[in-house]
């Protein structure tokens, strides 16, 4: 079989981690999200977290060169070797061009880049209503994907929370930030024939089924 090597692009709130959920389940592919990795590092007080910090409640990017060694770290360590999800990595020129290198000088490439697309205004509507789980990320919302007993996640029943950063003008600059820095990606990996583009208004299962399918084609063209 295969590999799959996948990228989740879009901007906030379009759905990147809740169909990373759904992939991991369907694919058990290493998930890498440098949200949920730099939280982690906030939290738990390391110097990546004491770095990442500011950026982070501004609604901007953290550094690349901080990011990128971050992913580099979990290249190195051999655990993405037979596929791998990422989500919010790359976010922008440079951190696309250190990936497509580190791919490259293991004799690999990637599968396909996913852009998830949603606009402004419904970014900012799930923003505010969603909670994710304290100990494995994973995402609800509270009109749009409850989860089944209030502030408990289904899957490790972990307390859920809101995030710092899902305060509204928070938002509105994370989203100036993706128009500005991130969309430009969209034109990088299309001249690379690797973007597929998904409509994130749909429900979380059609997104889903959307992927899989996609996936599905991807993996017949590579065996044939
Ligand atoms: P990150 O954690 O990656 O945040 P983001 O990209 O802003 O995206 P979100 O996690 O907010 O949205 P999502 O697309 O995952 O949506 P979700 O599935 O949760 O990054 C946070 C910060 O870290 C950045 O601002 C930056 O500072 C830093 N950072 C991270 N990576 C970096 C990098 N590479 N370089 C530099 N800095 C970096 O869904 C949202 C809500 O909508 C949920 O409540 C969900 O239940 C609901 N929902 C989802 N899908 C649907 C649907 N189809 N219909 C209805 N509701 C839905
Ligand atoms: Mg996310």
Known sequence: MSELNLVLLGPPGA??????????RDFGLPYYSTGIILREAVENGTELGRKARDHMDAGE????????????ERFDSGDADEGFLLDGFPRTIG????????????????????????????????????????????????????????????QDG????????????????????YHEQTEPLI????DRDLLV????????????????ATLATKRLEAEL
């Open 15 to 24: 759905g990147k981690g809740t169909q990373a959920d759904r992939l991991r």
């Open 61 to 72: 990017l953290v550094p690349d060169d901080l990011i990128n060694d971050v992913i580099a």
């Open 95 to 154: 951190q696309a061009e250190m990936l497509e290198a580190t791919l490259q000088s293991r004799g690999r490439e990637l599968t396909a880049a996913l852009l998830i697309e949603a606009p402004d205004d419904e970014v900012v509507r799930r923003l505010s209503g969603r909670r994710t789980c304290a100990k494995g990320g994973h995402v609800y919302h509270m009109e749009f994907d409850p989860p089944k007993n209030d502030n408990v996640c289904d």
């Open 158 to 177: 972990s307390r859920l929370i809101q995030r710092d950063d899902d305060k509204p003008e928070t938002v509105r600059k994370r989203l100036a930030v």
């Open 187 to 190: 034109d990088w990996y299309t």
């Open 197 to 212: 583009r998904f409509d994130g208004r749909r429900s979380p299962d059609e997104v889903n089924d959307r992927i899989r």
